[in-house]
C-alpha cells in the first residue's frame, strides 16, 4: 500500500512527464499494488494455463508505461487508464499468439457484467473476439470502447471510470450499458 497520497502520485508522474528520470524508481512502489491488482485483474479472465503471471504483466507494462515519449500524464487516474491499456494489449499479443490458427469448437458464454457473451471455448479465443469487437467499436465510438476497456479489462468501477474520463457518471452508465449492448450483437453474430 503507498503511502503517499493521490495528489503526491500525480505530482511524481508529473515530474515523469517533465523529463525527470530520478523518479521512475522513486513511483513504482507507490503504484505496483494498483498495477498488481489491475494485472490480476486481467489474468483472471485469462485461460487457466495462461504462462504470463501478474508480476510479469506489471514489469512489462511498467516498462512500456514509462517509456512513453508523448505522454503527458494529467494525474493518477490517468496513469492507470493507460495502464489498463498497455496491460490489454499485452495481453491480446499473447492471446493472439496462442490461438493463432485455432479456430471453432462450440460456443461458451463470457460475462460482460450482466450481458453475456457467446463466444469459442478456448478464453483466448474469447478475448480475441471481444478486443476485435471492441477495435470495430472504438471506430466508430471511441468514448464507449475506452469505456468497456477501464470497467471489463482494468476492473475499474462506474465512478473510477468516470474519473478517468472526465464525466459524469451517469454518462458512463448509460454508454456502458450500450457499449456491452452493441458488443453482444457483435459477438454473437461472430
Do not use: C
Request: hydrophobic share 40%; no cysteine; charged share 30%.
Amino acid at each position: 500500500m503507498s503511502d503517499k497520497s493521490p495528489s503526491e502520485i500525480t505530482q511524481m508522474l508529473i515530474e515523469l512527464t517533465g523529463g525527470n528520470k530520478d523518479i521512475v524508481n522513486q513511483i513504482l512502489p507507490h503504484i505496483y499494488d494498483e498495477l498488481r491488482r489491475l494485472a490480476g485483474s486481467y489474468l483472471r479472465r485469462e485461460r487457466d494455463d495462461h504462462t504470463l503471471q501478474p508480476t510479469a504483466l506489471v514489469h512489462e507494462a511498467y516498462m512500456k508505461l514509462i517509456d512513453q515519449k508523448q505522454v503527458k500524464w494529467q494525474n493518477r487516474a490517468h496513469f492507470f487508464g493507460i495502464a489498463a491499456q498497455v496491460m490489454r494489449r499485452i495481453l491480446m499479443d499473447y492471446a493472439r499468439k496462442h490461438s493463432a490458427g485455432k479456430r471453432g469448437g462450440e460456443a461458451e458464454k463470457l460475462p460482460l457484467e450482466e450481458e453475456i457473451l457467446v463466444v469459442s471455448h478456448d478464453k483466448s479465443a474469447d478475448l480475441v473476439a471481444l478486443d476485435d469487437a471492441l477495435e470495430n467499436l472504438a471506430e466508430i465510438d471511441p468514448q464507449k470502447a475506452k469505456i468497456v476497456e477501464l470497467r471489463y479489462f482494468g476492473g475499474l468501477s462506474i465512478e473510477e471510470t468516470a474519473e478517468v474520463m472526465e464525466v459524469s457518471v451517469p454518462t458512463i452508465n448509460r454508454q456502458w450499458r450500450m457499449a456491452k449492448a452493441w458488443l453482444h450483437s457483435q459477438i454473437a453474430n461472430t
